[in-house]
């Protein structure tokens, strides 16, 4: 069974190409799609699609590049979300030095955040762009205990890997960090144990920072599938040992039971 540990089914333009997406995910094995929202605006969506769709799993947070407007209620309104979604994660939120939002008030957001999932024992799902360092501060000093976390999208370097699986990090690559340099990734990749590796695709955001071109419902398992070849690739396993782990792992990150 495939796992999608990051997507965000609510930006996919055509809400015929995501129905078509979920009902293709039936045929191919495609049990979990974990849904991030990005702003209180989209929380409504992913909401609904969990509400619809028990494969959804609804991730309500601020991404860093909404944090710069953010209406003046959103605090209380992340806490209704997440009371009302016992299932629900904190995400997508970090830090990200490559957009123009503040990085104080990108830093005050994400912290703020942190702060509730330790509070109501929720695993995080977070973006870092050129900020593993700062990212890492924050985690050292502010991590509740016993928060789970995953670098979504990781494209850093293996030293702050390293840093970050002491953590306790979760480290996820997508299609798109894979893309960007395969080699080097891959061999990131290796780097991490096998029982800390997720996979995801980050669709539609086919391209760094936007939804792509070709962001279309087949365009989308070439993408799951293309990013589990790879893993196979790299950790040198085979693809039923793979899908086991990566399935594993997403279940202790999303729920907190122990790997086994
Ligand atoms: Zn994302």
New binding site residues.
């Given amino acids: 069974m495939l796992t999608d540990m990051?997507v965000?089914l609510q930006d996919i333009p055509d809400p015929l190409m995501c129905k078509s997406i979920l009902s293709l995910g039936q045929d191919l094995r495609t049990g979990q799609f974990v849904c991030?929202g990005?702003r209180p605006e989209d929380w409504q969506a992913v909401e609904k699609f969990a509400a619809e769709d028990r494969r959804v799993v609804p991730f309500f947070g601020v991404?860093p590049w909404y944090a710069g407007k953010l209406p003046s209620d959103w605090y209380g309104l992340l806490e209704d979300f997440l009371k009302r979604n016992p299932k629900a994660g904190v995400g997508?939120v970090g830090l990200d030095k490559a957009c123009p939002v503040d990085f104080a008030r990108q830093t005050e957001v994400f912290h703020r955040q942190i702060e509730i999932a330790g509070r109501f024992a929720r695993p995080l799902s977070i973006?870092c762009v050129r900020a593993a360092s700062a990212i890492l501060n924050v985690l050292k000093r502010s991590l509740p205990p016993n928060t789970r976390f995953m670098i979504?999208?990781y494209q850093g370097s293996k030293e702050m890997m390293r840093e970050l699986l002491n953590l306790g990090a979760y480290i996820s690559f997508s299609w798109k960090s894979l893309q960007r340099d395969t080699e080097e990734s891959i061999a990131l990749m290796r780097n991490v144990p096998l029982d800390r590796l997720l996979l995801e695709t980050?669709f539609p955001?086919t391209e760094p920072g936007r939804v792509g071109a070709d962001a279309h419902d087949e365009k989308y398992y070439e993408t799951l599938q293309g990013v589990y070849d790879l893993a196979e690739r790299a950790k040198g396993v085979d693809v039923e040992a793979l899908e086991k782990a990566v399935w594993k792992n997403g279940t202790a990150f999303l729920s907190g039971a122990p790997a086994r």
């Fill in positions: 990051h965000h991030n990005t991404h997508e973006h979504h999208s980050d955001y």
